[in-house]
C-alpha cells in the first residue's frame, strides 16, 4: 500500500492528489491513505497537504531507498532484491551472511552508513552516513574461483561510467581496485568470494564511493588522500542517481562477460585506466621493485616490465601499487 501510494504521488509530482481519489484507487479508506502518508513524512519524505486538492510530493528523502531505487532502475536481475540498512557494520559482512543462508544473484545490501565498513586486509573504510554510496551486490558467476578477481576489474568500470558522466569529472582507474580523481581516491572496491574446489558458490562484490563526503568530515589521516565526487562536480551529486547507474552499468557488464567472456570489459578498463603506460612501483610481501606498467592480460593480472627488461605479473592481493619516483 505504502510503495503504492508513493508510486502515485511520485508519478504526478509536483501535481497534488486527492485523499479521495488514492482512497478510491487504492480501496482503501481515506484515514489509512493518512496513516501512510505520515509514515512516508516520518521517513523524510515531504509531502504538503493542501486544502481541497490533496496530498503533492515536494521532496523525496535523500537517501538510497530501496523504494526511489526500483522506481528508477531499469536492470532485469541486478538489485531486484535490495537489502537497505540505515547503518550497519559493513555491507559485505551483511550480503555475504544472506548470501550463505540464501543466495540470490543480484542482491543488492546498501547502507546510509556503515561502522565497521572495510578494504582488503581489514584496512578500514571510512562510510559516514548519508555522504556515499556504500553498496554490495551478490553474483553467482559460472566460471572458476581463480576468475572472481576479474570482477573487480569489471565493478571499477561500472563506476567509473557512472561517474565520469558529470562534467568536470574525469576519475581514472587504479589497477586493481580504486578509482582515483586528481590522483585521489574516491572509490574502493573488495571483491570477496565463497567457493569450493572448481566452484564460486558467491562472489560478493563492495563498492565504496564518495559522493558527497564534506571535505571537513574527512578523517585527519585520509585528507591528503581521499575525495569525493561533488569536489570534482563543484556541487552536490545525486546518490541515488550514481547507485542506479552503477548498478545499470553492472549488469550490463556482466552480460557481456557471460556472453563474451572478459575481453570486452578489459578493453574498457584500458580505456580507463591510469595506471597503464606508468611507472609502478610495486610493494609485493616478499618484493619492491619498480618498472613500467604495460598492460593487464587475459586473468586481469598487471603486467610490469621491470627495469632489468624482464617482465613480472602481479597478482591483485596483499600488493601495493604506487606512482614511481
Ligand atoms: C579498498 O580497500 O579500497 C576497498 C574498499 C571497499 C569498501 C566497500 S564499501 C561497501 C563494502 N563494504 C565494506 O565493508 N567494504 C566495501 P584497500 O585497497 O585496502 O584500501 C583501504 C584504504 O583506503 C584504507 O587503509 C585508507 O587508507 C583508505 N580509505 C579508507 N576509507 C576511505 C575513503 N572513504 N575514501 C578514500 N580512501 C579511504
Known amino acids: 500500500m505504502r510503495k503504492q501510494i508513493l508510486d502515485i504521488l511520485r ?10 481519489e488514492l482512497s478510491r484507487q487504492l480501496g482503501v479508506s481515506r484515514t489509512a491513505i493518512w496513516k501512510h502518508i505520515q509514515a512516508l513524512k516520518n521517513e523524510g519524505y515531504i509531502i504538503d497537504s493542501v486544502v481541497k486538492r490533496g496530498y503533492i510530493l515536494r521532496q523525496i528523502p535523500d537517501k538510497l531507498l530501496p523504494d526511489e531505487v526500483e522506481a528508477k532502475l531499469q536492470t532485469k536481475w541486478l538489485g531486484r532484491t535490495i537489502v537497505y540498512k540505515d547503518s550497519l557494520r559493513s555491507t559485505n559482512e551483511l550480503a ?7 543466495c540470490v544473484n543480484g542482491m543488492t545490501v546498501v547502507a546510509e552508513e556503515q561502522v565497521s565498513g572495510h578494504g582488503r586486509l581489514q584496512r578500514g573504510w571510512f562510510s559516514p552516513y548519508g555522504h556515499g554510496c556504500w553498496v554490495s551486490v551478490v553474483l553467482t558467476p559460472p566460471f572458476l574461483p581463480q576468475e572472481a578477481a576479474k570482477c573487480t576489474l569489471m565493478a571499477a568500470v561500472a563506476v567509473i561510467q557512472a561517474i565520469n558522466k558529470y562534467q568536470g569529472v574525469h576519475a581514472v582507474i587504479k589497477w586493481p581496485n580504486d578509482v582515483l580523481l586528481n590522483g585521489k581516491k574516491m572509490v574502493g572496491i573488495l571483491t570477496e568470494m565463497s567457493a569450493e574446489f572448481g566452484k564460486i558458490n558467491y562472489i560478493v562484490v563492495g563498492t565504496g564511493i564518495n559522493v558527497n563526503v564534506p571535505k571537513e568530515m574527512v578523517p585527519p589521516e585520509l585528507r591528503a588522500t581521499a575525495v569525493s565526487l561533488q569536489d570534482a562536480a563543484k556541487e552536490k551529486v545525486s546518490r541515488l542517481q550514481v547507485l542506479i547507474d552503477y548498478l545499470q552499468n553492472l ?7 557471460l556472453q563474451e567472456g572478459f575481453k570486452p570489459v578489459f578493453d ?4 580507463y585506466s591510469g595506471t597503464l603506460g606508468q611507472r609502478v612501483k610495486v610493494i609485493a610481501p616478499d618484493a619492491v621493485y619498480c618498472g613500467l606498467a604495460e598492460d593487464i592480460d587475459n586473468d586481469g593480472l598487471l603486467i610490469v616490465r621491470k627495469d632489468d627488461g624482464s617482465l613480472e605479473k602481479v597478482i591483485a592481493g596483499d600488493v601495493s601499487i604506487r606512482p614511481a619516483e
Open 251 to 257: 549488469e550490463t557488464l556482466y552480460e557481456i562477460v
Open 96 to 102: 555475504k551472511q544472506l548470501a550463505g543462508e540464501h
Open 268 to 271: 574498457l578498463w584500458r580505456q
Open 11 to 20: 508519478s504526478r509530482m509536483p501535481q497534488a492528489v486527492s485523499g479521495e
